[in-house]
T-cell receptor
Framework: EPEVTQTPSHQVTQMGQEVILRCVPI?????FYWYRQILGQKVEFLVS????????KSEIFDDQFSVERPDGSNFTLKIRSTKLEDSAMYFC????????????FGPGTRLTVL | TQLLEQSPQFLSIQEGENLTVYCNSS?????LQWYRQEPGEGPVLLVT?????EVKKLKRLTFQFGDARKDSSLHITAAQPGDTGLYLC??????????FGTGTSLTVIP
């Protein structure tokens, strides 16, 4: 069964450093998403992406964040200058054009900012 | 912001018992999804309910969408230890932004 994959599974970085989290969505899906989950808290929407542009973003997704689909298979989330409070699990998800309500999640990247 | 409140927050039951968890909102959703999440992993989709009053069954799990599309329930019959996990409901706003519920952490004791 096709699945969303994410790398790395765990990333440790120093405050102020840039990180790039990578995702490979399900191959025939056209909508891509990033969410984050701070330890013990709700899963929170960050951004959705369709047709090579951001379609929606939350207040969390400020100028420090950016997303990119650099090629036909990868979808990336970049945090330019990490803060301690960026420590969280980051989940990528994808959905197909006919059923955007149904989103399939990857296993997540645990980001730890020291 | 469309809030989804889940209850109970924590539930610990014996194997073989039945249980129901609830997902409520003051807002109308076009659909609601139920996910199960294991510690350190991503949410795994269980079901999507779309029509008000809809009931969907997945083996021992029964999902219902409220008539007014503001709430949903998940009923598990004869719970097994393998059902242990965090159950999340989620739904989209008018766009593609998903709101997740607060979650119900279920523990089934053998």
């Amino acid at each position: 069964e096709p699945e969303v994959t994410q790398t790395p599974s765990h990333q440790v970085t120093q405050m102020g450093q840039e990180v790039i989290l990578r995702c490979v969505p399900i191959s025939n899906h056209l909508y891509f998403y990033w969410y984050r989950q701070i330890l013990g808290q709700k899963v929170e929407f960050l951004v959705s992406f369709y047709n090579n542009e951001i379609s929606e973003k939350s207040e969390i997704f400020d100028d420090q964040f950016s997303v990119e689909r650099p090629d036909g298979s990868n979808f990336t989330l970049k945090i330019r200058s990490t803060k301690l409070e960026d420590s969280a699990m980051y989940f990528c998800a994808s959905s197909d054009l006919r059923s955007t309500d149904t989103q399939y999640f990857g296993p997540g990247t645990r980001l730890t900012v020291l | 912001t469309q809030l989804l409140e889940q209850s109970p927050q924590f539930l610990s039951i014996q194997e073989g018992e039945n249980l129901t968890v609830y997902c409520n909102s003051s807002s109308v959703f076009s659909s609601l999804q139920w996910y199960r999440q294991e510690p350190g992993e991503g949410p795994v989709l269980l079901v999507t309910v779309v029509t008000g009053g809809e009931v969907k069954k997945l083996k021992r799990l029964t999902f219902q969408f409220g008539d007014a599309r503001k709430d949903s329930s998940l009923h598990i019959t004869a719970a097994q230890p393998g059902d242990t996990g965090l159950y999340l409901c989620a739904g989209p706003n008018t766009g593609n932004q998903f709101y997740f519920g607060t979650g119900t952490s279920l523990t089934v004791i053998p």
